[in-house]
């Protein structure tokens, strides 16, 4: 049977046709048109040894495919490439934290060094959000307040604590907020199941970030070596020839999945905007979103001649601060780049800048507010789509008003059971119940500090 040569890529949504389609729009191709308007990055091209290295690592580990272990010489392939991101961050970032990723993604399905970091940052959102909380979860609220406490009576006691004088006025109301909410401990707001699945996305959408900075090469090592995205791209390399780059990225912050957006750009013109996280339904950005498409708006508008192409997608990160946004990554306007809450091929027109008068009801009971601007939210179903018209009325603009209705077993399964499992319990040795009959919280906690690497 004759084939063409590419016929492979084009046959069907594998893991190369992914890598293969989405390299005129990797990083290393499209970072330095448009440098001025994105994240400073740094680029570390990976040797053959290396990405060997990295391959046979996650077959001696999750993969369990090769039994003997790594030889001295993959490990000292691996410390070595661990001191030269170490080195690179030194010198090029002053020792800040970055972002790392690779040309064509990153490796946000990896684990973090430490795990405590992601999932004490996602207790402290449920915290604040005043959901029921679960052991671990009191166990931290207990811990914050002690801490708040030993702070409080700190600056009491010296009112020139070099804090106190940076920012008195921001110390006074963290009194005055502190006293008002002294007999609050006990206090949870009322929520339906499916609202409270949401707002844990919500903290999961808020705390991402956090987990994902890295600091040195140990950190970022462990992040590559849990990655099957990253065995996955190894693996294309070796086997197609395509060779791979760790991209490092100043680090943001204020930038969080809730405030990321995709856009898509038909024919020299942006058609459409959604949030990037369509899963989750952001209390934030209803009231937002007229400033946000605004801001992705116009920094399109800025950068676009410098893109080099005429139709493709673009990631932009939006500042509530400053009401502006900026450019995260550039994608292909293919299938193989996920729509967002958008479809291909049933918003096919849509994307490309046409728009119908009666285009209402979508998958699963989406819903966009059509040219009429009728406003009959109470008829709309469980996933609601609103775009607001008065920006620019050529770009429909798409975020969800009601999160998945799964959400609480999407993050049960997902996330809770994924970073619970060998986390610790902090101990401050000042925290009430901590000490004895908590030897089951501490089991596996060495893993989650010390990492694969």
Not at 370 to 379: K, L
Request: glycine share 6%.
């Amino acid at each position: 049977m004759n084939k063409e040569p590419n016929s492979f890529v084009k046959s069907k949504r594998t893991e190369h046709r992914i890598r293969a389609e989405n390299l005129a729009f990797d990083i290393d191709v499209w970072y330095p048109k448009v440098e001025q308007f994105t994240f400073r990055s740094t680029f570390l091209p990976l040797s053959l040894a290396e990405a060997l290295a990295i391959q046979e690592f996650h077959n001696c580990t999750w993969r369990n495919a090769r039994k003997d272990g790594l030889k001295v010489s993959e490990l000292v392939i691996l410390e070595n490439l661990s001191n030269r991101i170490t080195n690179e961050i030194k010198n090029k970032f002053n020792n800040k934290g970055v972002f790392m990723r690779l040309c064509g993604r990153s490796p946000k399905d990896g684990d973090p060094l430490n795990k405590n970091i992601a999932i004490d940052t996602y207790d402290d959102e449920i915290i604040k959000m005043g959901l029921p909380l679960n052991i671990y979860q009191e166990q931290r609220k207990k811990q914050k307040k002690q801490r708040a406490e030993m702070i409080k009576k700190t600056l009491n006691k010296n009112k020139n604590n070099i804090h106190y004088i940076l920012d008195p006025e921001n110390n006074n109301q963290n009194n005055e907020n502190e006293n008002e909410n002294e007999n609050d401990d006990d206090w949870v707001k009322t929520y339906t199941k499916e609202e409270e699945g949401n707002l844990k996305m919500v903290a999961i959408g808020r705390s991402t970030p956090s987990w994902l900075m890295i600091k040195n090469g140990t950190e970022a090592l462990n992040l590559l070596l849990t990655s099957e995205r990253v065995y996955a791209d190894m693996m294309d390399w070796l086997q197609y020839g395509e060779p791979e780059q760790i991209v490092l990225r100043e680090w943001e912050p204020e930038l969080t999945t809730e405030y990321e957006f995709r856009a898509f750009i038909y024919q020299n013109k942006l058609t459409a905007i959604s949030q990037y996280d369509h899963y989750t339904a952001y209390p934030t950005l209803e009231k937002e979103k007229v400033d946000i498409k605004l801001a992705i708006v116009s920094a399109w508008k800025e950068l676009h001649t410098s893109v080099g192409e005429c139709t493709y997608v673009a990631d932009f990160a939006y500042f509530p601060s400053t009401k502006e946004a900026k450019l995260v990554e550039l994608s292909p306007y293919l299938d193989v780049t996920g729509p967002a809450l958008f479809h291909w091929e049933k918003d096919k027109d849509l994307l490309r800048g046409i728009k119908h008068k009666e285009e209402k009801d979508g998958e699963d009971g989406l819903v966009v507010v059509d040219d009429d601007d009728d406003d009959d939210d109470d008829n709309k179903d469980s996933r609601d789509i609103h775009k607001k018209e008065d920006v620019d009325d050529e770009v429909v603009f798409r975020i969800l008003s009601k999160g998945h209705p799964q959400a609480s077993e999407l993050v049960e399964a997902n996330w809770e059971n994924r970073w619970r499992k060998n986390c610790k319990v902090e101990d401050d040795g000042n925290s009430e119940g901590a000490g004895e009959g908590d030897e089951g919280a501490d089991e596996g906690g060495d893993e989650s500090e010390e990492g694969f690497w």
